[in-house]
């Protein structure tokens, strides 16, 4: 695992467009996936631009997402397919065939789940995943107690995890209690994973995925095993880790031919 320590949300932002733009010149046809949430927005703004000046494009790209709601329409203004389209796909080249998510309006949400393993792997696998990281240390929607093998599949949110997305919605009533996820076996199965975190709120989740033990209780800390796995972070959300100083040397020192 590499951990990049950078002064700002807009640097680290830059950092993880980077790592992106490697990935989308990596095959003829890439696949991204997406994350939703506040971390991720920085980085779909300076993406938004590099395809508008010309110096980027998702032609042949084709995005995934990460996660769902279970109940909500696929054009409310909260799901994640929305959220997605709004901030990034819609923004540029993509072909809107090529937005992929699970059916979550499946009468059969298991064999739904099955489809969307099956529909990654038809689509060659993921390059990269984005990921963001939730209080309790969640990626995706796989909440504490996850197992660290799990594939997509459909999860109960805890009562924490609504409270933190009651923000986005009229009232914490309003958030659905189910939703469809990658699981932890699935997001490990991308190439490259990249957990993006800025702020202090952010510092006890990221030193316990980081360097705390690999454990089902903080499920980002599955990415310790995964042989090309980024952290990135600001200096606040960095506050936590014990090693801080070790991966700002690595990172300056780092050859500028290895890449991200």
């Known amino acids: ?31 991204l996936g997406v994350a939703t949430g506040s971390s991720p927005l920085p980085t779909y703004r300076l993406l938004v631009t590099a395809v508008g000046a010309g110096r980027l494009s998702f032609a042949t790209a084709s995005a995934v997402l990460l996660d769902e709601y279970v109940g909500l329409p696929l054009d409310h203004p909260q799901s994640y397919r929305t959220f997605i389209r709004t901030h990034l796909t819609d923004l540029v080249d993509l072909d809107p065939r090529r937005l992929h998510g699970p059916d979550v309006g499946a009468d059969d ?3 739904a789940c ?33 197992s660290l093998t799990s594939r ?19 009232a914490l009533g309003e958030v659905p209690r ?10 490990a199965a991308a190439r490259h994973a990249v957990l993006v975190a800025t702020g202090a709120a952010k510092a006890g989740p990221v030193a316990a995925a980081v360097e705390g033990p690999l454990t089902a209780m903080c499920p980002a800390s599955v990415l310790q095993l995964h042989p090309h796995a980024t952290v990135v972070v600001d200096e606040p ?24």
């Open 109 to 111: 949400l298991p064999a």
């Open 178 to 187: 189910h939703v469809v996820t990658q699981g932890l076996g699935t997001i």
């Open 237 to 260: 959300a960095a506050s936590g880790l014990r090693l801080a100083g070790y991966y700002r040397d690595v990172f300056a020192a780092k050859p500028a031919w290895q890449g991200l």
């Open 152 to 170: 997509t599949r459909i999860k109960t949110l805890t009562e924490q995890t609504r409270r933190d997305n009651a923000r986005f919605f009229g």
């Open 114 to 146: 099955a489809a969307y393993e099956q529909l990654l792997l038809e689509l060659g696998g993921v390059d990269l995943q984005l990921l963001g990281i939730g209080s309790d240390g969640h990626i995706g929607f796989n909440e504490p107690s996850s």
């Open 1 to 31: 695992m590499e951990v990049v320590i950078v002064p700002t949300v807009q640097d680290a932002a830059a950092v993880v467009v980077e790592a992106i733009t490697a990935a989308l010149h990596r095959r003829p046809a890439p696949v």
